[in-house]
């Protein structure tokens, strides 16, 4: 008689049914939520010390928020093209 082989004991347990992403979608509306209201705040604050305070525009008190607005404002055209992407 032959007796059973003994399981593998290096094999991964399965997890059925397996979600790779359970809140992508809530994750990804989220984040582009709070990509836009940083993109819009520092903008503002960018034309705020260069209107209102008068700083300089190449002053870093305008110049590192405005680098900020825009690469705040770069992330969420990338996300909102990567969502169109999605839906193909």
Do not use: C
Not at 16 to 41: D, W
Not at 45 to 73: C, K, R
């Amino acid at each position: 008689m032959t007796q059973p082989a003994p399981p593998d004991p290096l094999r991964p347990r399965s997890r059925l049914p397996f979600e790779p992403k359970p809140f992508g979608g809530a994750l990804r509306s989220g984040a582009v939520v709070v990509y836009a209201l940083l993109a819009l705040g520092l903008g503002g604050l960018a034309v705020y010390m260069a209107l209102a305070v008068g700083h300089p525009w190449t002053s870093g008190y305008v110049a590192a928020p405005g680098i900020g607005a825009l690469w705040f404002g770069l992330r969420l055209m990338m996300i909102l093209g990567s969502r169109s992407n999605d839906a193909r």
